[in-house]
């Protein structure tokens, strides 16, 4: 039984956080990480989804040994509320961790990542401004096959995490919910992990800071800056700030905390 969801977000150190805690003997760490369980483009069309999702999580253990904590990383989970809400029906005993990036750095990211891979073939700037467009189209399909734009090209709406934030605590309690922010992961390695091992209730464990996954191919345009300009009206427009997440999350774990006295 998985019970511990790394849930995202894309981009925000979610494959570094699954690595370090793949180090902990007390952590199993789903083979490749992402067994793409719940939002799976064949998922929806099962008559048998619970069976679907356990054939996901068993093809990727081999080497289990008998830890207490079995981790699935699959950033996307957060993204779409069915996704999610599947996801917390699955085990409702389960831990939840979400890594959270500056927005901006994350669309660049993701934006660089898909360009990479051959999904994208626009400058940065025009894949932001047809992110709206290819998003509805995708939308109006229902498309969420591997390539479609809504997992590919979603650089902008992604990085909306206010409303990520509010679906997760309406389905979780604020207890079995941990949100770290990248670069606490970078800056404050070893107090963010002993945050993780206690949010886990498992003994503390000695693990080097690495780098991971962080070479990647840049691609480069002369209208680069006028994009991070408009990914940076976008969010301030939306008011995506890490001062509201933190109010938000600090909301949501004050809340609990009432309801339990």
Not at 80 to 106: G, S, T
Not at 175 to 186: A, F, I, N, P
């Amino acid at each position: 039984m998985v019970n511990l969801f790394i849930l995202g977000v894309q981009k925000a150190g979610t494959s570094a956080l699954a690595n370090f805690l793949s180090q902990h003997p007390a952590v199993y760490v789903l083979r490749g990480k992402e067994a793409h369980a719940f939002d799976h483009p064949q998922y929806a069309a099962q008559a048998d989804k619970q069976a679907f999702v356990r054939r996901q999580f068993q093809q990727r253990m081999q080497g289990y040994q008998n830890q207490p904590i079995v981790c699935d990383a699959t950033p996307i989970t957060v993204y779409k509320h069915a996704f999610l809400q599947d996801c917390v029906a699955w085990n409702p005993d389960a831990r939840y961790i979400l890594m959270l990036r500056d927005p901006v750095e994350r669309a660049i990211s993701h934006y660089q990542m898909s360009r990479g891979k051959g999904e994208e073939q626009h400058c940065m700037l025009l894949a932001f401004l047809l992110e709206p467009l290819r998003l509805w189209r995708a939308q109006k399909k229902q498309s969420w096959e591997f390539g479609s734009p809504l997992r590919t090209q979603s650089y902008l709406s992604r990085g909306c995490y206010t409303q990520q934030l509010r679906r997760l605590y309406q389905l979780v309690p604020a207890s079995r919910v941990l949100v770290l922010e990248q670069s606490e992961l970078k800056q404050t390695h070893r107090q963010t992990l002993l945050k993780v091992f206690e949010f886990l209730d498992i003994h503390r464990h000695p693990i080097a800071p690495q780098t991971v996954f962080a070479t990647e191919k840049r691609y480069h345009h002369w209208s680069d800056p006028i994009a991070r300009l408009y990914a940076r009206l976008f969010f301030k427009l939306k008011g995506e700030t890490p001062a509201r997440w933190r109010q938000l999350i600090q909301h949501y774990q004050q809340a609990q905390m009432k309801a339990g006295d």
